[in-house]
């Protein structure tokens, strides 16, 4: 009766280097937004709590939406350098 059940791989972690597409990702955590913008985690939330950067909590955590990493990249880019 009981029929032998095949095994299901567990979720990997993904992989992220410098060149993500942020287009693939709805929501990414304060980690992989540092990664991207090559920032500390704490200037990251340093902006989470400046409001410089948009972000949804959820629990302990915040996500911050691709477009909006994605906005602020374009807003750097665009600025004259100091």
């Excluded at 280097?17 to 937004?33: P, Q």
């Excluded at 915040?62 to 100091?82: C, G, M, N």
Aim: hydrophobic share 45%.
């Amino acid at each position: 009766m009981n029929e032998p059940t095949t095994p299901v791989a567990a979720p990997t972690a993904v992989q992220f280097s410098s060149t993500i597409d942020l287009s693939d990702l709805a929501f990414l955590t304060v980690a992989e937004v540092a990664t991207v913008l090559r920032v500390s985690k704490m200037t990251v939330y340093r902006m989470l709590r400046d409001e410089t950067l948009e972000a949804v909590r959820v629990g302990r955590g915040y996500r911050i939406p691709a477009k909006a990493a994605r906005a602020l990249l374009t807003v750097e880019q665009d600025a004259p350098p100091s």
